[in-house]
């Protein structure tokens, strides 16, 4: 079974940083897509950031570009989403997401398997 777990939010300060963790287990880690999506408060959805598994490439929304770094570890069967110069605005439930193939699509829209989320609270 996949299974996504997430790691790493909190409560910080405008212009500080969080690294989230994404633990992947049940599939075949390199042969997929790994994503970040957020929720905030009486919003909808967002999709953050994206990475292949298998050849790296990513995916970044307008918003975070220049701020939120991803990355994966194979070998952990990890993903990693370092936000740096965090904003009020980015306060919200991130989702570690994955997909069975990559593409900028499904980094906006949605993927196929979910965790559960992890709060991030950034004060002003």
């Known amino acids: 079974e996949v299974q996504l777990v997430e790691s790493g939010g909190g409560l910080v300060q405008a212009g500080g940083s969080l690294r989230l963790s994404c633990a992947a287990s049940?599939?075949?880690?390199?042969?997929?897509?790994i994503g970040w999506f957020r929720q905030a408060p009486g919003k909808g959805r967002e999709g953050v950031s994206c990475i292949s598994s298998s050849d790296g490439s990513t995916y970044y929304a307008d918003s975070v570009k220049g701020r939120f770094t991803i990355s994966s570890d194979n070998a952990k069967n990890t993903v990693y989403l370092q936000m740096n110069s965090l904003k009020p605005e980015d306060t919200a439930v991130y989702f570690c997401?994955?997909?069975?193939?990559?593409?900028?699509?499904?980094?906006?829209?949605?993927?196929?398997?979910w965790g559960k989320g992890t709060l991030v609270t950034v004060s002003s």
């Open positions: 997401a994955a997909d069975r193939y990559y593409s900028d699509y499904v980094c906006i829209v949605g993927m196929d398997y």
């Open positions: 049940g599939f075949t880690f390199d042969d997929y897509a």
